[in-house]
Each structure stands twice: as structure tokens, then as C-alpha cells.
């Protein structure tokens, strides 16, 4: 058990004059680096990097290198839980910090491996996908750990190249090479091949009960019965390498020339929102307070207001006095309505995993979720977002606006 050296490396901030247009690169210091992975908490943004772990506590304008046992090491996996960091060191093991990177365990399990993903669920089990892809390594696939990354153990996913994990509720979804995606419902005791079973796949991620499967040449694939069937999104070619998820937004990155795309309805239609980013790859994506983080392969990290990929449009930078959730107009409506809404100030999560500062959902006449329209911290300010509602019946519904303690709820009527 060794303590990390900190390196305080502060790197000053590149933003250009129109960084409400574009991507931007979070830092000079970063620009040639490699990023394979990304995570954030609410306090902290750690970048995984050929060169070892980067952290930074304001988004991206200051950072500090970590150094495992005095050694820079490629971080090719990162998962947190609250301030619990954990880390896939390329042939160092899994590292631990239990506060937010300040300290870190060392007891090399799996360290003859790759470990190209790390997920950590609900109930306290931590999942790597190793692959023992040196001389003398081990064996590839899916571990398990019941102590916090202190100890791993086999589950029966085994010799197997895994690049990918995630969980929804009590299940495991592992995305392989050339054997699709694979799921566990007891804690890889057991694991059953899914219906997407031939392609590569090099990302997964969860949002609103529905899993999204990233492919080596094939697009975006996607489940809403947890891969009993799979439908290929519009997104249909491509190396998806990365993929994350905020309120209703599914992101992708893909490597240059189309390499970021925004979804706003499960994969219906994508959009390509690569504006400065230029000539990379986008390895790594993750979404933190309000702003959206692309990791590349050689230009280091890449940073975006998350509002500009929402569709909500910031009318006035006038600070309300109060919060109010305006009528929608036009109302009736079809197929679209505009609402707009004032925010006095910014409320974040009460803790790590609830829903963010504010939120804005959608909800039919009888209580179900439709959608939720905003989920992200706003800077105080009068915000306006449209709600296409083309794929919905005529009817009467409810729109909500969350913050804190103010909430407030309103009627609207698609008349088709």
C-alpha cells in the first residue's frame, strides 16, 4: 500500500471568443495527449491518459497528475462512486482512491492485464473486462470484486476479449470481439449471449431503461428488453467508440471526419455536432457539471456547454428574482410548443446519482414519463426549449419544471 505523488501540474485554460459555437481543448497542457477515459463526480473530472491520471476540480482550467507508485502509467479505465475512484492501470492492476484520487491502494489484482472497462453497480460490486493481451498474462474476461477492487475473482465470462461494461438495475452488459453483447443477471454467476451477437462492440451505456451499443463498423445499436432484440439505429456505420447519455441525449464519438454525434430520440435521427473539433478521434465521453468532455486519441480533452447539444436556447443573461415556469405557446399545439422558464439560481444534486439542478419532464394525462426535456445545472438566467412531439398522440399533457425545493406543473394540448 503506497501513497500516489501528486503532481501539481496547473495548466491554463484555451477557450476561444465563441466557446458557446464550438468545441474547445480544456487545456494547453493536455493538447498532445492520448485520453482513453473519462468519469466525473460532482467536485471532480478525471481524464485517464497514456501518461497516467489527470484530475481536475473546475472543468477542465486547472489539472493535477497523478503517479501510480511513482510511475506514469496509461489509465485505461475509470469508473467513481461518490468520491471512491477506481482506476484500469495497463499492466499495473486496479488502483483505489476513497477520496477522489488524494490517496490510492495498490494491490495489483489483475495486474498482467489490459483492463479496457470498469463499471460499478448499485449494490456495491465492482465488474473489470481484463484482457491478458501480453506475455505471460492472464486469462481474458469479465472479474468480479465484492471488496472495492481489493481482490477480483472469474466470473464465467471468461476467454473472451470484453472492451466494454455496463449495468442497469441487477444486470451486466458486456460488449465483445466478434460475440456481440452479453448479460448477467446474477452477478456473472451466469451469462447469456444477447441477440446482438456477431459485431465488435466497443461501447455500451444505459439511459431511461434502454441500452445503446456502440459497434465496430456498424453504428449504434439499441435494446429496450435488455437484449432480447436489438434495433440499429440511424447512426448505422462507423466505429463507435464511445458512448454516454444525459437526460434524453444518447452522445456517440466516432473517429475523424464524423466524429460526435446527438441523439434526442433513442436513435431515431442523429445529429453531427463536431464543430472545432477538428481532425481526432473521440475515445472517451462523459457529461459534468453542464458541459459535455470528449476524450481524443492524440488532442487531449475536448470540452462543450451541454446546453448547446439540449436545444435549450439561454433568452437573457438577466438574473430572475424568482423561479417561473411560463405558459407554453402555441397552445394547443402540433407538432411542436415552445416553454420557457426562469432560473434565480443554481441548485445541484442533493448527492451523487440524483437527477441534476434542473429539470424539465414531460408527462401524459394519466402520470407516465414521457420525457424529460432538461436535466443539467443552469447558470441563473431565462431559458427557452422546444418539445417536438411528433411521435405522440393527441391529447392533454403536463409538463413539470424541478429545482431545489421549487417545482410547478402546467397544462398543454397536442391537437393534431
Known sequence: MKNSVLLLASICILFSSDIDSQWTQTSAGMHDLRVYSIAANQS???????????????????????????????VMSITVNNSTVFCGVKYYGVTVSPNNGGYWTFHHPLGDRTIYSLTYTSDGKLFAAASGLISGGGVSGVYLSNDNGYSFTETSLMNKT???????????????????????????????????????????????????????????????????????????????LSLAAAGNLIFAGLSFPSNFY?????????????????????????????????????????RRPLGELTGIEQMSGEIPTHFSLSQNYPNPFNPSTTINFSIPQLHLPLKWGDKEGVILEIYDVIGNEITTLVNQPLTPGIYSVVWDASNHPSGIYFYRLTSGNFSQTNKMILLK
Open 162 to 240: 470484453v472492451f466494454s461494461l455496463t449495468s442497469m438495475n441487477n444486470e451486466i452488459f458486456a460488449g465483445t470481439q466478434n460475440d456481440g453483447v452479453y448479460r448477467s443477471t446474477n452477478n456473472g454467476v451466469s451469462w447469456i449471449q444477447t441477440a446482438l451477437n456477431s459485431p465488435t462492440v466497443k461501447s455500451l451505456a444505459v439511459n431511461n431503461g434502454i441500452v445503446f451499443a456502440g459497434t465496430q463498423g456498424n453504428g449504434v445499436y439499441l435494446s429496450s428488453n435488455s437484449g432480447a432484440s436489438w434495433i440499429q439505429t440511424s447512426l448505422n456505420n462507423g466505429e463507435v
Open 262 to 302: 446527438v441523439s434526442s430520440n433513442n436513435g431515431s435521427s442523429w445529429e453531427l455536432k463536431n464543430e472545432g473539433l477538428g481532425n481526432v478521434t473521440v475515445d472517451a465521453v462523459c457529461t459534468a457539471n453542464g458541459f459535455i468532455f470528449a476524450g481524443t486519441t492524440n488532442s487531449g480533452i475536448y
Open 44 to 74: 471532480y473530472i478525471f481524464a485517464g491518459t497514456y501518461q497516467s491520471l489527470s484530475v481536475s476540480s473546475n472543468n477542465g482550467a486547472n489539472w493535477s497528475m497523478v503517479s501510480f507508485n511513482s510511475q506514469l502509467e496509461p
